[in-house]
T-cell receptor, first 114, second 115 residues
Framework: AQTVTQSQPEMSVQEAETVTLSCTYD???????LFWYKQPPSRQMILVIR??????QNATENRFSVNFQKAAKSFSLKISDSQLGDAAMYFC???????????FGKGTKLTVNP | KAGVTQTPRYLIKTRGQQVTLSCSPI?????VSWYQQTPGQGLQFLFE???????NKGNFPGRFSGRQFSNSRSEMNVSTLELGDSALYLC??????????????FGPGTRLTVT
């Protein structure tokens, strides 16, 4: 079974600084997709960024970028120029190609200090 | 485009009762998935529907069931409620496999409290 591990239950960062959230996953599949979701106190899950396993290039969305290390099965999220609105729970998620079943990590609570 | 909507947003039920939650996907999306979120177990997949057919099911007891209608709206039902069913129930929609992006967009959730 596929598993997703987020080893940092909590992280904090100063406003305008950069922070990296870690995620590792375990799978024997070759076709899969990885995601980072953000869940603010409102509990609304928001898709932050997507990475296809077959793509070597790391995905980037504005201030959010990933470091995808396929061989190491690592998928970290870097947030640059952190803003107060970035404070939230961040979930790493995996889905096997051909399936819609997302497997989530336990989450990392990010605090942004002014 | 309107996002995923879920009703009701909050529910309080008593043990032994049953409950039905509703989810309307983003227009044009044909796949609807349901997840349960609890502090102890985190986010767990319940089931996924596509074109009115259940394609995938998680490891939940048969008390949890769902269905999808021809307009892609979905409902999930929990019968004989237990205290442990208290959770945030999230619905997500996607374009289905044809979209090839596998991106799922979530609704605001239904907070179910069982007393």
């Amino acid at each position: 079974a596929q598993t997703v591990t987020q080893s940092q239950p909590e992280m904090s960062v100063q406003e305008a600084e950069t922070v990296t959230l870690s995620c590792t996953y375990d799978t024997s599949e070759s076709d899969y997709y990885l995601f980072w979701y953000k869940q603010p106190p409102s509990r609304q899950m928001i898709l932050v960024i997507r990475q296809e396993a077959y793509k070597q290039q790391n995905a980037t969305e504005n201030r959010f970028s990933v470091n995808f290390q396929k061989a190491a099965k690592s998928f970290s999220l870097k947030i640059s120029d952190s803003q107060l609105g970035d404070a939230a729970m961040y979930f790493c998620a995996y889905v096997k190609g051909g399936s819609e079943k997302l497997v989530f990590g336990k989450g990392t609570k990010l605090t942004v200090n002014p | 485009k309107a996002g995923v909507t879920q009703t009701p947003r909050y529910l309080i039920k008593t043990r032994g009762q049953q409950v039905t939650l509703s989810c309307s996907p983003i227009s044009g999306h044909r796949s609807v998935s349901w997840y349960q979120q609890t502090p102890g177990q985190g986010l767990q997949f319940l089931f996924e529907y596509f074109s009115e057919t259940q394609r995938n099911k998680g490891n939940f007891p048969g008390r949890f069931s769902g269905r999808q209608f021809s307009n892609s709206r979905s409902e999930m039902n929990v019968s004989t409620l237990e205290l442990g069913d208290s959770a945030l129930y999230l619905c997500a929609s996607s374009g289905g496999l044809a979209s090839s992006s596998y991106e799922q967009y979530f609704g605001p959730g239904t907070r179910l409290t069982v007393t």
